[in-house]
T-cell receptor
Framework: DAGVTQSPTHLIKTRGQHVTLRCSPISGHKSVSWYQQVLGQGPQFIFQYYEKEERGRGNFPDRFSARQFPNYSSELNVNALLLGDSALYLC???????????????FGDGTRLSIL | GNSVTQMEGPVTLSEEAFLTINCTYTATGYPSLFWYVQYPGEGLQLLLKATKADDKGSNKGFEATYRKETTSFHLEKGSVQVSDSAVYFCALENNSKLTFGKGITLSVRP
């Protein structure tokens, strides 16, 4: 079975541009979460979507937005890119909604975004 | 709020040495606890989990016990291998949101 797939794997943008990152969850998983991992740090929670609705948002500015489609795939959008947005963006999927403990999150390999 | 604190790294060990990586947490309610591993250039892989106090998670020779009284979830392995070299993250989950520690790099020498 395919795992969580993310595209593109690498991306280079300049300051002020916008970017769209894509994620396909494991088949049957309805929950998708996005995380930002800056070099040398642990991942930071950005968004969670479940059944196409936003169920959680981390401490990120409004430049970050996301959505989930009827097939449960998801997009993360970032506008007005800053140098500090350079990071590995990870997508994770799970079966669970709000009570996830017994349904762990499975991660993709991420999109490495570099801002010049 | 929720937070996870991991011991400072990096850690370098010889093959077959004993491994302990410390992890403590602060959380509201009753979180689930996880260890994830990240190999170079890859995403995170779930190593083990524990969902309630006194549960022991185990996988591939690694173990960790959910200690509510000390708010800890230390990772241990009796005999490490070169292939265990990676970055290890401790994490807690509340309402399907994962909060991670900073991670620690483990290097195992042949």
């Amino acid at each position: 079975d395919a795992g969580v797939t993310q595209s593109p794997t690498h991306l280079i943008k300049t300051r002020g541009q916008h970017v769209t990152l894509r994620c396909s969850p494991i088949s049957g998983h309805k929950s998708v979460s996005w995380y930002q991992q800056v070099l040398g740090q642990g991942p930071q929670f950005i968004f969670q979507y479940y059944e196409k609705e936003e169920r959680g948002r981390g401490n990120f500015p409004d430049r970050f937005s996301a959505r989930q489609f009827p097939n449960y795939s998801s997009e993360l959008n970032v506008n007005a890119l800053l140098l500090g947005d350079s990071a590995l963006y990870l997508c994770a999927s799970s079966l669970a909604g709000l009570r996830g403990g017994n349904q762990p999150q499975h991660f993709g390999d991420g999109t490495r975004l570099s801002i010049l | 709020g929720n937070s996870v604190t991991q011991m400072e790294g990096p850690v370098t060990l010889s093959e077959e040495a004993f491994l302990t990586i410390n992890c403590t947490y602060t959380a509201t309610g009753y979180p689930s606890l996880f260890w994830y591993v990240q190999y170079p250039g890859e995403g995170l892989q779930l190593l083990l989990k524990a969902t309630k106090a006194d549960d022991k998670g185990s996988n591939k020779g690694f173990e960790a016990t959910y200690r509510k009284e000390t708010t800890s979830f230390h990772l241990e392995k009796g005999s490490v291998q070169v292939s265990d070299s990676a970055v290890y993250f401790c994490a807690l989950e509340n309402n399907s949101k994962l909060t991670f520690g900073k991670g620690i790099t483990l290097s195992v020498r042949p």
